[in-house]
């Protein structure tokens, strides 16, 4: 068995006497996200996010399969999430049903495939016998906490960049363009979903935050791996720019107000549009890296064909 | 597939309800005295459900000792038979059944008062013989009315609800056929505070319907914790009944 | 440091490197080796087998040459007469059970290992409490043992904790007086500090806000490669803390 991190009394008694007192370890306020940072690599699809020393890495990838027979319209998208020791010595080699990581794993599936991020119709080519299995691999690089948040944000950006090749169908027949020659197509994205994972602190005892209407329970946003450590109670909230609450999960944990919830959500939805702008302006910056020639290459001498 | 009108212009749902009813709850605990320390069997609607509570009792294995708390360890045996069709594997270490139960104990680990039994380990087993939706919900009520039956001490009940929302209507208490046609929050509400030990959404919501949609939950949960009162009332009477004219 | 009387060398060093030292010189002195050297017992050929700075120090008046190597490290393993911060981690019939480092063995602590103990007078630690100890024994084979027996060490109540990346940063904490960042700490606030060459650091001030601050400047000032830049990084995370005390109590009135 993998051992866990000991934390000391003097360090839970620290951090929530300075929780107390509106202080954060890493020195952000409460409800400050960490900075995110997108980058991309060479191929489509291969994307790195940082936030704070968390670091995911994600890579989509393409390839032509069957349908399932009892869905011969939809093409196949995997989510895999599998914790390694490369992440931190906490995490254990090939074990994953570690109480945490199958709730890691569910959630980016309810948030991702099950919300129907990806339009899975378009990925069929012919009814029955031939669809595109899309495949993301998250891989957890460093861990100093949010890994929902941080790996939805990486499968998300990564099935935005990420270009599937070219195909021509002729009946039964399928030729498939390598990406040297003809102009890869991207995926249909229907919406973009944002993990924002809030986490619970009861600085009085159980009996004041079950009984008592003091409410008096401290939330934070984005906690590190010493906040995630320490914390009584858990929410993640998965929204999208429309106004939609895609998934919320508070498993247990700290009895919370209905009302700070609701609270929690709408803070969720201004860092959701955050998130979501910053995606965008990332892919935009990263789309005129790759075209950098594109002006050279247009035809402004070519004859007018009218 | 037909389709169905999940909410007659009337204001009538499938199977007759209003928007604000909840399906028929009939509990009873004690159900299994012998094989258990406190059991229950609750039927919400067509869910029928039986739990299990063994313990505090001494834990298996030595590696399992917490000397400063009891070790609470919840295990759902969602069966074959439990839907219209029979499925074809057992769900035992499905993903989705590990997430409930990880779901289960970590929202009765804060009700629960396992700071009174160091040392020692509290099984609760639940059979699912028949599901109809708001499965989650009524496992929930299922181990609040076992625990209570068991002895174990606890701050409050925890009683769980599901609510649909159809188009803009909340519906309280979705059956499964409701659930498959439209997105549903589950909610695990204290006693008859308004603190929200476990919510659940898994479709898409509209963020401004949030609010409504928990006032209703709420409202439903509250319900459904004061039938569980009078069942537990009603069978702690007839107890002291049989105890006093011994 | 290097008095009159001392002739020290320093050079980088790698494993596989041969010693820097003329073989008149290794046979004609008594040699004293350090951490990160290895003797090969059939041919008694030295060998580095860290990678650091080698230091030669050579007394003059005696004929004595000491040779150790400093080298980074991570991973604490425990050596005797260190001093060390370990956490409770559970209780036996006689001893604690201590750790040094998450994932790492455990090490133990005797009940008799304290001031004044006897059958009688039992220390009253609980699991996960801090200690300040000494490393009594380590043999490789078996679990160390710590104790706490002079006045100093024992239970470190309250204040914080800091996990310090690199072991080397802990030493020139601990070992060096030219060191500056304990000094400009000084500076701004009054604080009790406890370091373990396990790579812990336990800090202490009257006011959370303090202590917080000395916890984030000594976190950054492990990262930062120049020592130039401390005083700066300290100033920051005091500065942060103050406003933030300001803001929070403006908004309470």
């Known amino acids: 068995m993998a051992k866990e991190i000991e934390i000391s009394n003097s360090e839970s008694k620290f951090l929530l006497e300075a929780l107390r007192q509106n202080y954060r370890l890493d020195g952000r306020s409460f409800s400050q996200f960490r900075d995110v940072k997108i980058a991309f690599g060479d191929e489509y699809g291969d994307v790195t996010i940082e936030m704070g020393k968390t670091k995911v890495h994600c890579r989509i990838s393409c390839q032509i399969t069957q349908p399932y027979e009892d869905r011969p319209f939809e093409g196949l998208f995997l989510i895999s999430t599998e914790n390694s020791p490369m992440a931190g010595p906490q995490f254990e080699n090939g074990n994953n049903t570690n109480e945490d990581e199958v709730l890691i794993a569910r959630i980016i599936e309810k948030a991702v495939r099950r919300s129907g991020a990806l339009d899975i119709e378009g990925l069929c080519i012919v009814a029955g016998s031939k669809c595109w299995a899309v495949r993301a691999d998250v891989h957890f690089l460093n861990c100093d906490g949010g890994f929902i948040d941080a790996s939805c944000i990486a499968v998300m950006a990564g099935l935005l960049h990420f270009r599937k090749p070219d195909i021509t169908v002729h009946g039964e027949q399928v030729i498939m363009h390598p990406v040297d020659e003809r102009e890869p197509v991207p995926l249909g994205i229907l919406h973009v979903p944002i993990c924002v994972t809030f986490s619970f602190f009861n600085p009085m005892d159980t009996e004041e935050n079950i009984k008592g209407d003091t409410n008096a329970e401290i939330t934070i946003i984005d906690a590190t791996l010493k906040e995630e450590l320490l914390r009584d109670g858990v929410l993640t909230v998965t929204l999208n720019k429309n106004r939609e609450v895609v998934q919320v999960s508070k498993a247990g944990g700290l009895p919370m107000d209905a009302l700070s919830l609701m609270e929690c959500c709408r803070k969720a939805y201004a860092i959701t549009e955050e998130i979501t702008d910053k995606i965008t302006y990332v892919l935009k910056k990263d789309e005129k890296r790759r075209n950098k020639f594109a002006d050279l290459l247009t035809s402004e001498n070519a004859r007018e064909t009218s | 597939m037909s389709r169905l009108e999940i909410y007659s212009p009337e204001g009538l749902r499938l199977d007759g309800r209003r928007w604000n009813e909840l399906r028929r709850f009939e509990s009873s605990i004690n159900t299994h005295p012998h094989a258990s320390d406190g059991s229950s069997y609750l039927e919400q609607g067509n869910n029928k459900i039986i739990t299990l509570v063994k313990g505090p009792k001494e834990p298996t294995s030595r590696s399992q000792v917490d000397t400063n708390k009891a070790l609470l360890r919840i295990s759902v045996n969602i069966t074959q038979f439990s839907k219209f069709e029979r499925s074809k594997s057992s769900h035992r270490n499905e993903r989705r059944v590990l997430e409930m139960q990880t779901a289960l104990v970590r929202t009765f680990e804060k009700n629960v008062m396992l700071n009174l039994y160091p040392r020692t380990l509290i099984d609760i087993e639940i059979h699912v013989l028949q599901q109809d939706g708001g499965i989650m919900g009524s496992l929930l009520n299922g181990i609040t009315l076992a625990l209570i039956d068991a002895g174990i001490a606890m701050y409050d009940y925890i009683s769980g609800i599901s609510v649909g929302l159809y188009d803009t209507t909340p519906l309280l208490d979705v059956n499964s056929l409701e659930e498959t046609a439209m997105s549903s929050v589950t909610l695990g509400v204290v006693g008859k505070s308004e603190k929200l030990s476990l919510l659940l959404v898994e479709d898409k919501i509209p963020l401004d319907r949030m609010e409504t949609v928990l006032a209703i939950g709420i409202a439903g949960a509250h319900r459904i914790r004061d039938l569980m009162d009078e069942e537990l009332r009603s069978h702690a009477e007839k107890r002291v009944a049989n105890a006093s004219s011994r | ?253």
């Open chain 3, 1 to 253: 440091m290097a008095s009159a009387q001392q002739q020290q060398q320093m050079h980088m060093i790698l494993p596989g490197d041969s010693l820097p030292i003329s073989e008149t010189d290794l046979k004609s002195h008594r040699l004293v080796l350090g951490p990160g050297l290895y003797t090969d017992p059939k041919t008694l050929t030295i060998h580095p087998v860290n990678a650091g700075k080698l230091y030669i120090t050579q007394n003059n008046n005696s004929n004595r040459i000491n040779i150790h190597i400093d080298y980074e490290s991570h991973r604490y393993i425990p050596h005797v007469n260190d001093l060390v911060i370990g956490c409770i981690v559970g209780t036996f019939a006689d001893s604690y059970k201590v750790s040094l480092n998450s994932f790492s063995n455990s090490v133990s602590l005797s009940y008799m290992a304290f001031p004044n103990a006897s059958k009688k007078n039992r220390p009253t630690l609980k699991i996960g409490d801090l200690v300040y100890c000494k490393v009594a024994t380590a043999v490789k084979e078996l679990e160390a043992t710590v104790e706490c027996l002079e006045s100093g060490f024992g239970l470190l109540e309250d204040g914080m904790i800091i996990d310090s990346t690199g072991l080397k940063f802990v030493r020139l904490l601990l070992f060096d007086d030219q060191f500056p960042l304990l000094r400009l700490l000084a500076s701004r606030t009054k604080f009790e500090i406890a370091i373990g060459v396990n790579g812990k650091i336990w800090i202490k001030a009257d006011e959370i806000k303090d202590t917080l601050a000395c916890y984030r400047s000594i976190l950054d000032c492990s990262m930062c490669q120049s020592v130039d830049q401390f005083a700066n990084i300290i100033k920051k995370h005091f500065q942060d803390l103050n406003t933030v005390a300001a803001a929070t109590a403006a908004t309470e009135n």
